[in-house]
């Protein structure tokens, strides 16, 4: 079995074809989209193995038989990203270390930590009690299906329609500060902010769209943070996303941008995350979750929503969790 690491790439020898002249074309995995892209590296023409480097820092090398699994990708979507590996392989095939951080751990490992902690997964007794909140004697913040549920009665479509039409400002606020203060997703400090400012026509209003509004998502986060910025609440990714995660568990995530940065890198290292949050860098965080959604179902432990999906991401890559997975595997991964 031929194996090698990035640290140590292999030169091309008599026995070993590298990539000719031109463009080097860039590919994907057809079953592990979580790898990101990959440019070819060499080929063993003794035992006809061939390695890629990917985005997410790995040399792996296949057997003959699973050349197959390479998607070629000739009109990236991601011209960044394909440029990117194109020069990780290029200073690969050179000799060089394309880096000397240490290796980015991929979404198994994170799957690997997991089952450790939980090892029945998402539907065992552990998570269900103490994520969800299912058989709970007492409901508490970090119970989802509780706050899923209020969400689902304050504030509703037509609940929050009729306040409009009565023009009743007050109470839509009021029923956001309540969802939210019923939950961890956000912090005391920025719910008591939205509870201390003034209940506006337009605060209403682009409360109502950031849940129900006729544009795009982005375009309706983005002025719900502006509007919140005129009001004076600097809004976080956190409190920026809660409220459409807990209305619609299966179609939005509540951004933990500390460790959504994390995640981002793994999957998709070209993203960009700032610090105030943004309708169109949200659009592509929510399809690194949905990578994560599917690498998950992948390997049986398919989750229930988003919320599962955040609180995943936020198990395995937080600071204490995140140190165990670095190093966690080699870094190349020879696949047979």
């Given amino acids: 079995m031929h194996t090698t690491t990035q640290q140590d790439s292999p030169r091309p020898t008599p026995q070993t074809v590298a990539p000719s002249g031109g463009r080097v074309r860039v590919y994907r995995h057809r079953k592990r989209p979580s790898w990101g892209l990959a440019a070819f590296l060499w080929e063993n023409e003794e035992d006809g193995k061939r390695a890629y480097q990917f985005e997410d820092g790995r040399v792996r090398v296949f057997a003959d038989g699973y050349y197959g699994l390479m998607e070629p990708i000739f009109d990236p979507a991601d011209p960044a990203a394909a440029r990117a590996v194109r020069r990780m392989a290029a200073r690969s095939q050179a000799g060089q270390k394309s880096s000397r951080r240490k290796p980015m751990p991929r979404v198994a490992d994170q799957v690997g930590l997991f089952m450790s902690q939980y090892p029945e997964g998402f539907a065992g007794t552990v998570w269900s009690r103490d994520i969800r909140g299912q058989g709970a004697r007492r409901g508490l913040k970090r119970h989802r299906d509780r706050a899923v ?179 966690a595997g080699d870094k190349v991964s020879t696949v047979h």
């Fill in 149 to 327: 549920a209020l969400a689902a009665k304050l504030l509703s479509r037509d609940a929050l329609a009729k306040l409009l039409v009565a023009r009743d400002w007050a109470a839509i606020r009021d029923r956001a500060v309540k969802v939210l203060r019923s939950t961890d997703l956000v912090t005391v400090k920025d719910v008591k902010k939205l509870a201390s400012l003034t209940p506006t026509e337009r605060l209403a209003c682009t409360i109502n769209d950031l849940l129900y509004g006729v544009k795009d998502h982005a375009h309706n986060l983005d002025q719900f943070v502006r509007e919140l910025d005129r009001l004076g609440l600097r809004a976080s990714w956190r409190f920026a996303t809660a409220l459409p995660a807990l209305r619609f568990p299966d179609e939005h995530v509540c951004v933990r941008s500390s460790v959504f940065k994390e995640q981002a890198r793994m999957i998709k290292p070209t993203l960009k995350m700032s610090t105030r949050p943004s309708g169109n860098v949200y659009a592509e965080l929510l399809k690194v979750v949905m990578v994560v959604h599917k690498e998950l179902g992948a390997a049986g432990r398919a989750p229930r929503d988003l919320l599962d999906v955040a609180q995943f991401i936020w198990a395995t890559l937080r600071r204490s969790s995140r140190e165990r997975l670095i190093g």
